[in-house]
Protein backbone atom coordinates (compact mmCIF):
# COMPACT_ATOMS: atom_id res chain seq x y z
CA UNK A 1 0.00 0.00 0.00
CA UNK A 2 1.24 3.76 -1.10
CA UNK A 3 2.04 5.32 2.49
CA UNK A 4 1.79 9.08 2.86
CA UNK A 5 3.39 10.25 5.85
CA UNK A 6 3.39 13.95 7.31
CA UNK A 7 5.35 14.98 9.95
CA UNK A 8 3.73 15.92 12.67
CA UNK A 9 -0.20 15.19 13.74
CA UNK A 10 -0.32 18.37 15.93
CA UNK A 11 1.64 21.42 15.85
CA UNK A 12 1.14 25.22 17.56
CA UNK A 13 3.42 27.70 16.53
CA UNK A 14 3.38 31.24 17.28
CA UNK A 15 1.91 34.10 15.19
CA UNK A 16 4.68 35.56 12.73
CA UNK A 17 6.97 32.24 13.04
CA UNK A 18 8.29 30.51 9.46
CA UNK A 19 6.17 26.81 9.60
CA UNK A 20 7.66 24.10 7.80
CA UNK A 21 4.79 21.26 7.01
CA UNK A 22 6.66 18.04 5.62
CA UNK A 23 5.40 15.46 3.48
CA UNK A 24 7.09 11.81 2.35
CA UNK A 25 5.76 8.88 0.21
CA UNK A 26 7.01 6.18 -0.27
CA UNK A 27 5.66 4.49 -4.17
CA UNK A 28 7.22 6.76 -6.47
CA UNK A 29 4.33 8.84 -7.03
CA UNK A 30 4.57 11.76 -9.61
CA UNK A 31 2.43 14.00 -7.95
CA UNK A 32 2.02 15.51 -4.95
CA UNK A 33 -0.61 17.76 -3.55
CA UNK A 34 -1.53 20.11 0.01
CA UNK A 35 -4.47 20.38 1.10
CA UNK A 36 -6.28 22.38 3.85
CA UNK A 37 -9.88 21.81 5.17
CA UNK A 38 -12.00 24.34 7.68
CA UNK A 39 -15.56 23.51 8.89
CA UNK A 40 -17.76 25.30 6.03
CA UNK A 41 -15.59 25.85 3.61
CA UNK A 42 -14.62 22.09 2.52
CA UNK A 43 -11.18 20.74 1.72
CA UNK A 44 -9.07 23.73 -0.81
CA UNK A 45 -6.14 23.11 -3.18
CA UNK A 46 -2.90 25.23 -1.98
CA UNK A 47 -0.31 24.32 -4.08
CA UNK A 48 0.34 21.18 -5.96
CA UNK A 49 3.40 19.37 -8.25
CA UNK A 50 3.73 16.90 -10.83
CA UNK A 51 7.24 16.53 -10.80
CA UNK A 52 10.73 17.35 -8.79
CA UNK A 53 11.36 21.40 -8.45
CA UNK A 54 7.91 21.91 -10.20
CA UNK A 55 5.47 23.51 -8.52
CA UNK A 56 1.44 24.97 -9.72
CA UNK A 57 -0.90 26.98 -7.54
CA UNK A 58 -4.09 25.64 -6.40
CA UNK A 59 -7.33 27.58 -5.77
CA UNK A 60 -5.69 29.22 -2.39
CA UNK A 61 -1.96 29.66 -2.49
CA UNK A 62 -1.78 33.27 -0.90
CA UNK A 63 0.84 32.73 2.24
CA UNK A 64 2.04 29.48 1.35
CA UNK A 65 4.68 28.23 -0.68
CA UNK A 66 6.41 24.64 -1.49
CA UNK A 67 9.60 22.80 -2.14
CA UNK A 68 10.04 19.12 -3.70
CA UNK A 69 13.80 19.19 -4.00
CA UNK A 70 13.02 15.16 -4.04
CA UNK A 71 10.57 12.99 -5.77
CA UNK A 72 9.44 11.72 -2.33
CA UNK A 73 9.22 14.90 -0.13
CA UNK A 74 6.60 17.93 -0.54
CA UNK A 75 6.69 20.28 1.92
CA UNK A 76 4.71 23.55 2.48
CA UNK A 77 6.07 26.88 3.98
CA UNK A 78 4.15 29.28 5.77
CA UNK A 79 6.53 32.13 5.87
CA UNK A 80 5.08 33.95 8.44
CA UNK A 81 2.07 32.09 10.14
CA UNK A 82 -0.90 34.17 10.62
CA UNK A 83 -3.94 32.96 13.01
CA UNK A 84 -6.25 32.38 9.84
CA UNK A 85 -3.84 29.83 8.81
CA UNK A 86 -5.15 27.35 11.59
CA UNK A 87 -6.46 24.57 10.09
CA UNK A 88 -6.39 21.40 9.00
CA UNK A 89 -3.55 20.03 6.27
CA UNK A 90 -4.07 17.18 4.03
CA UNK A 91 -1.02 15.67 1.95
CA UNK A 92 -1.56 13.74 -1.24
CA UNK A 93 -0.02 11.57 -3.97
CA UNK A 94 -1.05 10.21 -6.86
CA UNK A 95 0.23 8.75 -10.10
CA UNK A 96 -1.40 10.01 -13.81
CA UNK A 97 -4.00 7.33 -14.48
CA UNK A 98 -2.38 6.47 -18.02
CA UNK A 99 0.45 5.88 -15.80
CA UNK A 100 -1.46 3.33 -14.47
CA UNK A 101 -2.46 5.52 -10.98
CA UNK A 102 -6.09 4.37 -9.21
CA UNK A 103 -6.51 7.71 -7.32
CA UNK A 104 -5.07 9.58 -4.61
CA UNK A 105 -3.56 8.40 -1.19
CA UNK A 106 -3.67 11.55 1.53
CA UNK A 107 -1.53 11.23 4.91
CA UNK A 108 -3.32 11.41 8.53
CA UNK A 109 -2.92 15.21 8.89
CA UNK A 110 -1.73 17.90 10.55
CA UNK A 111 -3.72 20.10 13.04
CA UNK A 112 -2.22 23.52 12.89
CA UNK A 113 -3.15 26.04 15.44
CA UNK A 114 -1.21 29.50 15.27
CA UNK A 115 -1.37 31.24 18.34
CA UNK B 1 -14.76 24.87 -12.53
CA UNK B 2 -16.46 21.54 -12.14
CA UNK B 3 -19.25 21.56 -9.37
CA UNK B 4 -19.68 18.51 -7.17
CA UNK B 5 -22.49 18.18 -4.79
CA UNK B 6 -23.68 15.29 -2.43
CA UNK B 7 -27.00 14.41 -0.55
CA UNK B 8 -27.78 14.62 1.56
CA UNK B 9 -25.58 16.19 3.51
CA UNK B 10 -27.21 14.80 6.93
CA UNK B 11 -27.83 11.21 7.56
CA UNK B 12 -28.95 9.85 10.79
CA UNK B 13 -29.69 5.68 10.74
CA UNK B 14 -30.06 3.00 13.12
CA UNK B 15 -27.55 -0.22 13.07
CA UNK B 16 -28.26 -2.48 10.48
CA UNK B 17 -29.98 -0.58 7.87
CA UNK B 18 -29.02 0.73 4.88
CA UNK B 19 -28.31 3.82 3.02
CA UNK B 20 -27.03 5.47 -0.30
CA UNK B 21 -24.85 8.53 -0.81
CA UNK B 22 -25.22 10.33 -4.20
CA UNK B 23 -21.95 12.72 -5.99
CA UNK B 24 -23.45 14.27 -8.89
CA UNK B 25 -21.19 16.29 -10.90
CA UNK B 26 -21.21 19.11 -13.54
CA UNK B 27 -18.83 18.02 -16.51
CA UNK B 28 -16.78 14.74 -17.54
CA UNK B 29 -14.11 13.22 -15.33
CA UNK B 30 -11.41 11.03 -15.10
CA UNK B 31 -11.08 10.47 -11.81
CA UNK B 32 -14.16 9.89 -9.41
CA UNK B 33 -13.48 9.10 -5.68
CA UNK B 34 -15.05 8.11 -2.52
CA UNK B 35 -13.28 9.20 0.81
CA UNK B 36 -14.38 8.38 4.21
CA UNK B 37 -12.79 10.70 6.81
CA UNK B 38 -12.84 8.90 10.25
CA UNK B 39 -12.73 10.91 13.48
CA UNK B 40 -8.92 12.06 13.40
CA UNK B 41 -9.28 13.73 10.59
CA UNK B 42 -8.03 11.00 7.87
CA UNK B 43 -9.08 10.53 4.67
CA UNK B 44 -9.56 7.01 3.77
CA UNK B 45 -10.03 6.34 0.17
CA UNK B 46 -13.10 3.79 -0.53
CA UNK B 47 -12.94 3.34 -4.04
CA UNK B 48 -11.58 4.92 -7.14
CA UNK B 49 -14.49 4.56 -9.43
CA UNK B 50 -14.52 6.91 -12.76
CA UNK B 51 -16.83 4.75 -14.34
CA UNK B 52 -18.61 1.37 -13.25
CA UNK B 53 -19.45 -0.53 -10.03
CA UNK B 54 -17.55 -1.84 -7.48
CA UNK B 55 -18.01 -3.83 -3.96
CA UNK B 56 -15.65 -3.87 -1.17
CA UNK B 57 -17.22 -6.12 1.40
CA UNK B 58 -20.33 -3.89 3.01
CA UNK B 59 -19.62 -1.48 0.40
CA UNK B 60 -20.47 -1.08 -3.24
CA UNK B 61 -20.34 2.10 -5.67
CA UNK B 62 -21.55 2.73 -9.12
CA UNK B 63 -20.38 5.62 -11.35
CA UNK B 64 -22.53 6.48 -14.30
CA UNK B 65 -20.22 8.84 -16.18
CA UNK B 66 -22.11 9.46 -19.29
CA UNK B 67 -25.15 10.69 -16.44
CA UNK B 68 -22.77 12.46 -13.91
CA UNK B 69 -23.44 10.80 -11.10
CA UNK B 70 -22.06 8.32 -8.39
CA UNK B 71 -23.55 6.31 -5.68
CA UNK B 72 -21.83 5.05 -2.64
CA UNK B 73 -24.08 2.38 -0.85
CA UNK B 74 -24.14 1.52 2.43
CA UNK B 75 -25.36 -2.01 3.83
CA UNK B 76 -26.21 -3.48 7.33
CA UNK B 77 -24.16 -0.37 8.57
CA UNK B 78 -22.37 -0.50 11.53
CA UNK B 79 -21.18 2.52 14.12
CA UNK B 80 -17.77 2.90 13.07
CA UNK B 81 -19.78 3.73 9.76
CA UNK B 82 -20.26 6.56 11.56
CA UNK B 83 -17.96 10.03 9.91
CA UNK B 84 -18.15 12.27 7.12
CA UNK B 85 -17.86 10.63 3.10
CA UNK B 86 -16.83 12.75 0.72
CA UNK B 87 -16.93 12.54 -3.16
CA UNK B 88 -14.21 13.82 -5.36
CA UNK B 89 -13.62 13.97 -8.96
CA UNK B 90 -10.80 15.54 -11.42
CA UNK B 91 -10.62 16.28 -14.78
CA UNK B 92 -7.30 15.96 -15.96
CA UNK B 93 -6.67 13.78 -18.94
CA UNK B 94 -2.64 13.04 -19.55
CA UNK B 95 0.16 13.36 -17.37
CA UNK B 96 0.09 15.76 -14.88
CA UNK B 97 -2.52 16.63 -11.88
CA UNK B 98 -5.25 19.73 -11.22
CA UNK B 99 -6.00 18.00 -7.62
CA UNK B 100 -9.29 16.65 -6.62
CA UNK B 101 -12.17 18.66 -6.44
CA UNK B 102 -14.61 17.58 -3.38
CA UNK B 103 -18.12 17.86 -2.62
CA UNK B 104 -19.50 19.00 1.00
CA UNK B 105 -19.73 15.48 1.61
CA UNK B 106 -22.60 13.78 3.48
CA UNK B 107 -22.32 13.48 7.50
CA UNK B 108 -23.42 10.05 8.43
CA UNK B 109 -24.19 8.44 12.31
CA UNK B 110 -25.17 5.32 12.91
CA UNK B 111 -26.72 4.84 16.30
CA UNK B 112 -26.75 1.70 18.27
Known amino acids: DVKVTQSSRYLVKRTGEKVFLECVQDMDHENMFWYRQDPGLGLRLIYFSYDVKMKEKGDIPEGYSVSREKKERFSLILESASTNQTSMYLC??????????????FGSGTRLTVV | GIQVEQSPPDLILQEGANSTLRCNFSDSVNNLQWFHQNPWGQLINLFYIPSGTKQNGRLSATTVATERYSLLYISSSQTTDSGVYFCAVEQRWGGGADGLTFGKGTHLIIQP
Open chain 1, 92 to 105: ASSLPPDRGGDGYT
